[in-house]
């Protein structure tokens, strides 16, 4: 059993929705910072967004900002990942990260990794 655990991907129409949950122990949620990233096919690991360990604090790269929206659920030590309006350029597999990072956009700073998602946005 990973120590990241993702669920919520699929298949969707574009303009669509999908939201991802990331489920992580107790130890791991309450003293990471959370991001979550994604890889289509053929292309490097690409930063999606963070929040931080103290929920204080959420980073998000410039192209998804407008449509994807981080949360934690601390009830259920899961931080969740929102994503509307999807897009067919948005499919990817879709992975969870925790560590304590200084730059939330680099993936090499994260400690520990989810097995990945697929998020498949058809036109």
């Known amino acids: 059993q990973g120590q990241l655990v993702e669920s919520g991907g699929g298949l969707v129409q574009a303009g669509g929705s999908l939201r991802l949950s990331c489920a992580a122990s107790g130890r791991i949620f309450n003293n990471y910072d959370m991001g979550w990233f994604r890889q289509a096919p053929g292309k490097e690991r690409e930063f999606v967004g963070s929040?931080?360990?103290?929920?204080?604090?959420?980073e998000y790269a410039e192209s998804m900002k407008a449509r994807f929206t981080i949360s934690r659920d601390n009830a259920k030590n899961t931080v969740l990942l929102q994503m509307n309006s999807l897009k067919p350029e948005d499919t990817a597999v879709y992975y969870c990260?925790?560590?304590?990072?200084?730059?939330?956009?680099?993936?090499?700073?994260?400690?520990?990794w989810g097995q990945g998602t697929q998020v498949t946005v058809s036109s």
């Open positions: 929040v931080s360990a103290s929920d204080t604090r959420t």
């Open positions: 990260a925790a560590g304590r990072v200084w730059n939330y956009a680099r993936a090499d700073e994260y400690d520990l």
